[in-house]
């Protein structure tokens, strides 16, 4: 990795890092996954089951919020402070920047994920489990699902507000989370040309669903190693192709 | 060869909704030579940020030619050969003056050992020994602006562009400021800061450029432009009736019990002086009033200036007047 981009990798990770707002997503991403005890106890069967499923999707939940929310500020602030200004004007391509971006982010994220899941597997073992392969891999693949959420959050935040940002990833987020709809929409339609556009959606906008196994890990049934395998190309062709978008919107970007 | 060079720079901007155009820069021509410092001067809209921008990439023109010792503004090579310090320039506010020192080495890929030495000397030479490791939010106006300055040389460019550096600092940070730069020149950087303190420009510049309105007026050596520009002659006396004054010459103003003669030429000097004498008077100084930079700066504005600050013009001629005769005491 060139120098430049790896500076600007570690700086934002540092600006996420010091943000307050991080580490208040954390802490409650981690209450609530513990919080998951409390609920396991109010309801009735396998306890362990109940546990696992509000746990992960406490620490899915404070992710993606963490993700959005620094994803769609970060450029953006760059842009309105300024202080692109004295990155641009260094021997540092407008390519570079977004890369670094973005690489910065996803360490970020790493950083959030880890805390997170690494107070669940504590938690999970005191509460009498033990240690499940299958739910590292459930955090592999919604650490992809964040890294999408990233790239798609980013793209955004390089020519739009916040505000927009926002409202653009959560309708991405929520959309890419219903797919299956349109593959459902499109059996009841009749013009051919509503079909097509519809099909065209369905390739175009981000299907998160391919990485969401929690149904898998938490009923502990089998996985099909091909649709993982299948899932995480997707995934890096999806980040490769917004980055692209992305980067192709700043090469034209002036700074005024 | 020359340290910067702009040929026929244009640049037009669109209105957000009309798409209305705004032309910014009318084809700017100006050359900066190696070691000098080169101050580009011009009221607030007059196109100095903007083509500073062009300069530094953050803005694309729409057409002409820039080169950094004859490379095109836009490459790597030049990049490198550049330090800018922006417009009120703005830091990452969660890092310490080191730690943005290093972030923007990081930037030019230089060694460890070498960002670690001229972190250290950076910090020393701008002032700012003590407060390295203090956070950005805590800093003051002036000590980010010798901040911005210090990531500026972090490499060691042998061009730097300042972009209103004088704006918002105190006198005492104006001058720290001026000698830093004076002592930037003589190691053999190369200086082109825009600004419109011409006070401070005056102090410092070797060759100045105007411009007004997207176009450069003037441009030149410094010496030569206010050399050339003699405005006219003054000659102090005193011990003379008002009444007799007047039969002499009756272009004067009183002011502290003395005379302030004003001669359009040199001419009748000579014929003054001893009109004076001869009627009991005192000659206490004749000068000639050179123009200062205020003068040119404002005659090259006035055909471009609103009706409405006629009165602003009149007190800037006053001020000159004083000024001219500040320095001549």
Redesign the interface.
Known sequence: M???M???A??TF??SA??KMFYLLVFFGILFALSSKLISFLTLGDAMKVLKDTGLAAVNFFCVLIAIFTGINLVYKEIE???I?????????RDQFIIGKFLGLALTMLTALAAMAGIFFLFVWMSGGGFDLKIILYFFMLFLELLVIVAISLLFSSFTTPILSFIFTVSLYLIGHIMWTFNEFKTVLRVPFWKHFVQGLYYLLPNLDKFNIKNEVVLNTAFNPWTILFSVLYALAYILALLAVTILIFRRR??? | MKALEIKDLKKT?RSNFLFKKYRILKGIQLSVEKGEIYGFLGPNGAGKTTTI?CV?????PDQGEILIDGQPAHS?TA??R?G?L?EN????D??SAR?LLF??A????LPAAIVRDRVAALIHQVGLSGYEDLKLRKFSKGMIQRLGLA?ALI?DPDLLILDEPFSGLDPIGRKDLRTLILSLREQGKTIFFSSHILQDVEMMVDRVGIILNGAIRREGKLSELISRSIQYYEIVCANIAEKELAKIQPNFVCRDDQFFITLASDADINLVVESIIHNGGRIAAVNPVKMTLEDIFFNEMQPHRPATTAGGADGARTSRSEGAGRDNQ
Not at chain 1, 85 to 93: A, C, D, E, G, H
Not at chain 2, 56 to 60: A, S, T
Not at chain 2, 106 to 109: A, G, K, M, Y
């Open positions: 060139k120098m430049s790896k500076g600007i570690i700086n540092k600006e010091r943000n402070k300024k202080t200004f004295n990155i641009l004007s260094k021997p540092v391509s002036e700074f005024q | 901007f921008k530094l990439g953050l803005l694309f790597v990049r490198r550049i800018f922006p320039p703005y830091f990452y969660y890092l730690e972030f923007s990081s930037l030019f890929n990531q490499h």
